[in-house]
């Protein structure tokens, strides 16, 4: 072929690429289109689902407190919705919820809805806007609870951090009592050391009025249990008795334990009794009673209405909330050295969380190492919270706080777990 014959079929043949590549381009960019509206309706939807999970939730915390009427819960519910929609794309039109408050039900649904403009892809197909959906009900599983609060009061909870635990423990057991009509709290202070008061001489195989040390019949400092069962709940009895020790350093004078009770005024009046102690944080000690105090095998201690529930009861569910705001590197018998405290309450949480008992772990002022997961696991014990993800039930049931209102945040989620709040869509 001749050259000008070649540059001419060439010109042609370019001309039918380019309307080839033109009439191509067309479903192409509907195709990217459809993509990008896909995309954008995904994570409207996303938005949405969790505006919804979260405004039912919302009303239904709010159900806890009896002054609110279902006017003021669905309020709570619908600021909540628009909160969570709040960062969503700015041409994402989204309608107001529907809240539906079911109170023979105990539950809470919320749904909602919201559009969008579609690009140039869904134009082409006459589709001028995209919508989504979505409903949410939380609901209130009731269950009967057993409950053991363990409180620091060690020296460094002096002051403002005291005060702080005490408005939170309240708040704690307000809701769940509120919410609750089968709930019992035991109550356990400790520091260096636990008072068992009369139930730690009844522990010891003792007369209730023995004072032996002269320290008071109310003061009963019981010691790290000792021998066979030092890990374990088996029942205080003739060669597995608990013991007391006179402290050669420090003064034993906590705020003694209270067993379960639904006396929601007793509680408070023993939460704000609270004082610090010049001790330090033996914390074994208060896992060890914080699990006898909801131990059925302890029940020859405590009196008839403190008794604990047996093991393995579906309608039950027993709970300790571990609070600390130090590590654990404090024993109340010296001579057991400074991991013992740590080793002795994990090795206790874990046979404690074999019988069924759920663990939150809260640590107040601790700061998380982010490189505890990767250090080796015999240096892991040296990690402030080392105790706090051993002794958990898992990683979601461990919190940290840096303030007083974080730490009341915290509680109120454990309550709001605690109360069996469950989401269906």
């Excluded at 005060?163 to 939170?168: G, N």
């Excluded at 050391?193 to 009369?198: C, E, F, I, L």
């Excluded at 002022?365 to 696991?377: F, I, K, S």
């Excluded at 039930?393 to 069996?420: C, K, M, P, Q, W």
Aim: charged letters at 20%.
């Amino acid at each position: 072929m001749r050259p000008h014959n070649l540059w001419a079929f060439w010109r042609d043949t370019r001309g039918q690429v380019a309307v080839f590549l033109g009439l191509s381009l067309l479903p192409m960019c509907a195709v990217l289109g459809f993509a990008l509206d896909i995309s954008r309706q995904v994570a409207a939807d996303r938005h949405l689902e969790y505006a919804t999970d979260f405004a039912s939730l919302a009303g239904v915390r709010a159900m806890h407190d009896a002054s609110l009427n279902d006017a003021a819960i669905q309020l709570i519910a619908t600021n909540a919705y628009h909160a969570q929609l709040a960062t969503v794309h700015s041409d994402v039109d989204c309608e107001a919820p529907t809240v539906e408050i079911d109170r023979t039900n105990q539950s809470v649904t919320v749904a909602g809805g919201c559009s969008f403009p579609t690009m140039f892809g869904a134009r082409i197909s006459s589709l001028d806007s995209m919508a989504v959906s979505g409903t949410a009900t939380a609901r209130i599983d009731l269950t009967e609870l057993e409950i053991a609060l363990m409180l620091d009061i060690s020296e460094s909870m002096n002051g403002a951090k005291l005060d702080e635990l005490k408005t939170a423990a309240k708040q704690l057991v307000s809701e769940i009592m509120t919410a609750s009509g089968a709930a019992k709290f035991a109550l356990v202070p400790y520091s260096t050391a636990v008072n068992a008061s009369v139930y730690g001489n009844r522990a010891m195989g003792r007369a209730d009025n023995d004072d032996r040390f002269g320290d008071g019949q109310d003061i009963v400092c019981v010691r790290e249990r000792q021998g066979p069962e030092a890990e374990t709940d088996a029942a205080p009895t003739l060669g597995n008795w608990v013991t007391e020790l006179l402290h050669p350093v420090i003064r034993c004078d906590p705020p003694p334990i209270v067993p379960l009770t639904s006396n929601r005024s007793d509680l408070n009046q023993a939460i704000d009794a609270l004082i610090t102690d010049e001790g330090d944080t033996a914390g074994n000690l208060g896992v060890a009673w914080s699990w006898y105090a909801l131990s059925p095998n302890w029940n020859g201690i405590w009196p008839a209405a403190s008794q604990a529930a047996a093991y393995n009861n579906p309608d039950i569910e027993k709970v300790v909330v571990l609070m600390t705001d130090g590590v654990f590197g404090q024993t109340f018998d010296l001579s057991l050295g400074v991991d013992f405290s740590k080793t002795n309450a994990v090795a206790l949480c874990e046979n404690m969380k074999a019988e069924g008992i759920r663990i939150f772990s809260v640590g107040f002022g601790l700061e998380l190492d982010p490189v505890y997961d990767t250090a080796p696991e015999h240096f892991q014990i040296h990690f402030p919270e080392y105790v706090l993800r051993k002794c958990a039930t898992n990683d979601d049931h461990v919190f940290t706080a840096s303030t007083g209102a974080e730490l009341a945040d915290i509680y109120e989620i454990i309550a709001i777990r605690l109360l069996g709040t469950r989401l269906t869509h």
